[in-house]
C-alpha cells in the first residue's frame, strides 16, 4: 500500500514536471543540480556558448596569456604570521593545486626566504583520486607542530578536516578528522577541538549551518562529542571562535538569528556558558588587555550612556561575565571616516578605516591605561588589506594597492621604536598603465542620495559616448568596494580602450553601517536606484552611451545585474550575470537561501513577497520586452547559491524568444576556488563576450 502511495506520487511528480499546474514554477526540474535532465540541458547551452565564443583564435590566445599570469612565479608571497615563521599558500605552472609552505620571518624580512613545503596538494589529489581545492589551516598556539587543515572537493563551500603534523609533514593517522560538511572545527586546547558540523537529522539550521557546538576529545569518537550548546532550527547558525591575546582568550559561541543579529555568550574554561549583555545586531571584533571590543551597528544607550552607530568600544570582561557593562569608546566614526576592520596586535591595536572610499590605518598602541594613536606611513588614495596579524607579536604584513598599481606589501614591527617598514616588495606593472588615470565621480540617485563611484580610462578622455565602458557593482551585505587592482581588467580591458567603473552603491559598507542598512529588505530598491543613476551619469556626461555598455555582478552582484536586465534593458548591450540569485521568491529553499533573510526579507511573508516579486528577475522577464544578449555564468559545485537561479532563468529567457548565452563549469564553487586552468578558461570567455558585445 506504501510502496503504491509513494508510486503514485511519483508519477505526479513528473507529470507536473511535463504540464505544470497553473502557477507551477514549470523550470523547477532545473533546480535538480546533479539530475540526468537538468545536466544534459547545461551540458548542451554550455557547448553552444563555447561554439559561439570559444571557438576561435582569439578566445585560444587569451586563454593561453591568462593561464600563463596565473601560474606566473611573479606574485607576492603573502602568508600569516605564527610563531617565528610565515606560512603560505602559493599556486604556479608547476603547482597546479597549490602548495602549503613555510619560512622563517627572520629570513622573510631580509627577503631572503627559503621555503619549507608542508603539503602538496597536487600529489595529493593524485594520489587520493580526488579534486582537493585549499580552504586553509588553524594551528594550537600551545603545540604549535599539530594544525587542522581544511580540504574542499572542488572549491564547495563544503570541505573535510585533518589533523597533520609539521614535523613529520603528514596527516596524523589517528588524529582529528571529520567528513565533508558546512561548519567547523577549532581548538579549544591541544587535546580538544570545538565542532560544529553536520551530525546528521536535527543538527543543521533551515540555512544548512551548524545548530549544534560539541567538545570533541582526543580519541573519541566524533559520535561522543559532548554537546555544549544548541541554537534553533530558524536560526542561521551556531559557529564558536577564539579572541586571543596574551592577557587573555575569548571563548565565543555565537548563535545568528540572521546575518545581521545575533546573540553571543562566552564559554568559559569550567565549560559555563554566559550570555554577553551586548546589542545583537553588535560585532565582537576582538580582545585586548582582557576587555571585549565591540562594533556597533546602531546607538546603544545603557549605563555608560549612548554609544553612536558606529563606533568601537571595549568593555570590561569581568563585567560582561556579570550581565553588566563598564567601558569607553576606542573609535567614534564622523561623516567621512568610518571603521573597517581591526587586528589585534600585542602591545596594540591596528584599525582599518575608510574615508572617501579610500583606505586607512592607524595603529593605537597600549601606553598605560590608554592608547598612543600613531598612524603609519602608507600610500594614500587606495585600499590597504590587514592580511595577516599575530596577536601573540607585533609584527604585521599590510599590502597596498589601487586601480592601476599592483600589490605592495609592508612588513612592520610595531613593537619597535621606529615606525617604518621592516621590508618593501611590489609587484611589477602587469598592464600598461601609461596615459590612465582613475577619477572619483558622485551620481544623484532618484532621493537625493550622492552615489560614489570610480572611474578608470583615459587620461585625455574624448567624450562622444563611444567609450567602451563596463560598470562593476554589488551593493549587498555591507561589503566596500575600495580600490584593487585586477591585472586581467587592465591587460584585456583598459589596454584595449575600454573604460571601467566600480559603483559603490548602497548596501555596500563603503559609508559605514548606515549606507548598508538604507537598502536592506523593503528598501533593495535604492540600491538599484543608485546603480541606475551612476549609468544615466555616465551617459549625461557623454562618456558612453547604451550601445558600448556592459555590466558585470556576480553573487548578490548577479541580482543586481539582474534587475538592471529586466528594469532597464534598454540601457545596457551587454550584461554578465555571474553566480546570481535571481528567483526572489524560492530563494529561501535553494541551498543557503534562508540565511540572506535579514538582507533581502522573507518570501513567506505575504507583503515582502509583493515586494520581491516586483524586483525578482526570474518574475519580471516578458516575451514582448528586448532584452540585451546576456551572458549567464554559474557553477555546478556552487553550494551557496544555486545554480538553479542562473539555469532557470536563461531557460524561461530563450523559450520566450530572447537571446541568451549560458555557461556552467563543474568546478570552483561560489568563491571560483577551482583550477588555476578552469579560471582561466571562464576569464577568456567573459572577455571574448564583452569584446563581440561592446568593442566590435
Given at each position: 500500500m506504501k510502496k503504491d502511495l509513494l508510486k503514485g506520487i511519483f508519477t505526479m511528480s513528473l507529470l507536473l514536471f511535463k504540464n505544470p499546474a497553473k502557477g507551477m514554477d514549470p523550470y523547477l526540474w532545473l533546480e535538480d543540480i546533479k539530475g540526468k535532465r537538468s545536466l544534459e540541458w547545461v551540458k548542451q547551452e554550455s557547448d553552444s556558448t563555447l561554439k559561439r565564443l570559444g571557438e576561435n583564435d582569439q578566445f585560444k590566445k587569451l586563454k593561453k596569456n591568462i593561464y600563463s599570469a596565473f601560474t606566473s612565479q611573479d606574485k607576492i608571497p603573502l602568508g600569516s604570521l605564527r610563531n617565528g615563521y610565515v606560512y603560505s599558500f602559493w599556486q604556479d605552472e608547476k603547482h597546479i593545486k597549490g602548495i602549503w609552505r613555510r619560512a622563517l620571518l627572520s629570513d622573510y624580512a631580509q627577503n631572503k626566504i627559503k621555503w619549507e613545503v608542508l603539503l602538496d596538494l597536487d600529489e595529493l589529489?593524485?594520489?587520493?583520486?580526488?579534486?582537493?581545492?585549499?580552504?586553509?589551516?588553524?594551528?594550537?598556539?600551545?603545540?604549535?607542530?599539530?594544525?587542522?587543515?581544511?580540504?574542499?572537493?572542488?572549491?564547495?563551500?563544503?570541505?573535510?578536516?585533518?589533523?597533520?603534523?609539521?614535523?613529520?609533514?603528514?596527516?596524523?593517522?589517528?588524529?582529528?578528522?571529520?567528513?565533508?560538511?558546512?561548519?567547523?572545527g577549532h581548538w579549544y586546547n591541544e587535546e580538544s577541538l570545538i565542532i560544529g558540523l553536520d551530525f546528521g537529522e536535527g543538527s543543521l539550521t533551515d540555512s544548512g549551518y551548524p545548530r549544534v557546538v560539541k567538545k570533541w576529545r582526543r580519541g573519541e569518537k566524533i559520535e561522543e562529542a559532548k554537546t555544549l550548546f544548541e541554537g534553533e532550527k530558524q536560526d542561521m547558525g551556531v559557529w564558536f571562535y577564539k579572541l586571543k591575546h596574551p592577557s587573555g582568550t575569548f571563548n565565543i559561541i555565537e548563535r545568528s538569528l540572521n546575518f545581521y543579529k545575533s546573540k553571543y555568550?562566552?564559554?568559559?574554561?569550567?565549560?559555563?556558558?554566559?550570555?554577553?549583555?551586548?546589542?545583537?545586531?553588535?560585532?565582537?571584533?576582538?580582545?585586548?588587555?582582557?576587555?571585549?571590543?565591540?562594533?556597533?551597528?546602531s546607538d546603544w544607550k545603557n549605563s555608560e550612556g549612548t554609544w553612536s552607530t558606529g563606533s568601537l568600544v571595549l568593555l570590561d570582561k569581568s563585567e560582561l561575565i556579570l550581565g553588566k557593562i563598564k567601558g569607553s569608546v576606542l573609535f567614534r566614526p564622523?561623516?567621512?571616516?568610518?571603521?573597517?576592520?581591526?587586528?589585534?596586535?600585542?602591545?596594540?591595536?591596528?584599525?582599518?578605516?575608510?574615508?572617501?572610499?579610500?583606505?586607512?590605518?592607524?595603529?593605537?598602541?597600549?601606553?598605560?591605561?590608554?592608547?598612543?594613536?600613531?598612524?603609519?606611513?602608507?600610500?594614500?588614495?587606495?585600499?590597504?588589506?590587514?592580511?595577516?596579524?599575530?596577536?601573540?607579536?607585533?609584527?604585521?604584513?599590510?599590502?597596498?594597492?589601487?586601480?592601476?598599481?599592483?600589490?605592495?606589501?609592508?612588513?612592520?614591527?610595531?613593537?619597535?621604536?621606529?615606525?617604518?617598514?621592516?621590508?618593501?616588495?611590489?609587484?611589477?606593472?602587469?598592464?600598461?598603465?601609461?596615459?590612465?588615470?582613475?577619477?572619483?565621480?558622485?551620481?544623484?540617485?532618484t532621493d537625493g542620495t550622492k552615489v560614489p563611484y570610480y572611474m578608470i580610462g583615459p587620461e585625455n578622455l574624448i567624450k562622444n559616448g563611444q567609450n567602451p565602458t563596463l560598470i562593476y557593482g554589488y551593493g549587498g551585505f555591507e561589503v566596500s568596494?575600495?580600490?584593487?587592482?585586477?591585472?586581467?581588467?587592465?591587460?584585456?580591458?583598459?589596454?584595449?580602450?575600454?573604460?571601467?567603473?566600480?559603483?559603490?552603491?548602497?548596501?555596500?559598507?563603503?559609508?559605514?553601517?548606515?549606507?548598508?542598512?538604507?537598502?536592506?529588505?523593503?528598501?533593495?530598491?535604492?540600491?538599484?536606484?543608485?546603480?541606475?543613476?551612476?549609468?544615466?551619469?555616465?551617459i549625461k556626461k557623454g562618456i558612453t552611451s547604451p550601445k558600448k555598455l556592459g555590466i558585470e555582478g556576480a553573487s548578490n552582484g548577479g541580482l543586481l545585474t539582474g534587475v538592471m536586465l529586466t528594469q532597464r534593458p534598454e540601457l545596457y548591450e551587454a550584461v554578465l550575470c555571474k553566480m546570481p540569485l535571481l528567483d526572489m521568491l524560492r530563494y529561501t529553499k535553494l541551498l543557503a537561501g534562508s540565511s540572506w533573510i535579514g538582507e533581502y526579507g522573507d518570501p513567506e511573508d505575504p507583503k515582502m513577497r509583493n515586494y520581491l516579486k516586483s524586483y525578482s528577475p526570474y518574475h519580471q522577464i516578458r516575451s514582448e520586452k528586448q532584452y540585451p544578449e546576456t551572458l549567464f555564468m554559474t557553477s555546478t559545485n556552487d553550494d551557496r547559491v544555486h545554480p538553479g537561479h542562473a539555469r532557470k532563468m536563461a531557460k524561461k529567457m530563450k523559450d520566450l524568444g530572447h537571446e541568451v548565452l549560458f555557461y556552467e563549469g563543474t568546478t570552483g564553487g561560489h568563491s571560483g576556488k577551482g583550477g588555476l586552468l578552469d579560471r582561466a578558461h571562464e576569464e577568456a570567455l567573459k572577455f571574448s563576450y564583452l569584446y563581440e558585445k561592446l568593442m566590435n
Open positions: 589529489s593524485k594520489k587520493e583520486k580526488e579534486n582537493w581545492v585549499w580552504v586553509g589551516e588553524e594551528c594550537s598556539y600551545k603545540q604549535p607542530e599539530v594544525c587542522l587543515i581544511s580540504l574542499s572537493r572542488g572549491g564547495k563551500d563544503a570541505h573535510v578536516a585533518r589533523e597533520f603534523n609539521l614535523k613529520t609533514k603528514s596527516f596524523v593517522e589517528k588524529g582529528f578528522r571529520h567528513k565533508e560538511s558546512k561548519g567547523y555568550f562566552l564559554l568559559e574554561d569550567n565549560e559555563k556558558i554566559v550570555q554577553i549583555p551586548i546589542p545583537e545586531d553588535s560585532v565582537p571584533y576582538g580582545s585586548f588587555d582582557q576587555k571585549l571590543i565591540v562594533l556597533l551597528r564622523d561623516e567621512k571616516t568610518f571603521f573597517e576592520g581591526m587586528s589585534v596586535l600585542k602591545d596594540g591595536l591596528l584599525l582599518h578605516l575608510v574615508s572617501n572610499v579610500q583606505s586607512e590605518v592607524l595603529y593605537l598602541k597600549k601606553a598605560g591605561s590608554s592608547f598612543e594613536k600613531i598612524p603609519l606611513t602608507l600610500p594614500r588614495g587606495g585600499s590597504i588589506s590587514l592580511h595577516s596579524l599575530d596577536p601573540f607579536s607585533n609584527h604585521v604584513i599590510l599590502t597596498y594597492k589601487n586601480f592601476l598599481t599592483p600589490e605592495t606589501l609592508f612588513l612592520y614591527d610595531l613593537g619597535s621604536s621606529s615606525q617604518m617598514p621592516i621590508t618593501k616588495t611590489s609587484l611589477t606593472d602587469r598592464f600598461n598603465t601609461k596615459g590612465l588615470k582613475i577619477v572619483q565621480a558622485f551620481a544623484r540617485s568596494l575600495l580600490p584593487f587592482y585586477s591585472w586581467t581588467i587592465g591587460k584585456y580591458w583598459l589596454e584595449k580602450g575600454g573604460l571601467y567603473v566600480v559603483a559603490n552603491i548602497r548596501g555596500g559598507g563603503e559609508l559605514g553601517p548606515l549606507w548598508h542598512q538604507q537598502a536592506l529588505k523593503e528598501n533593495r530598491h535604492k540600491s538599484f536606484e543608485d546603480f541606475i543613476a551612476v549609468t544615466e551619469d555616465l
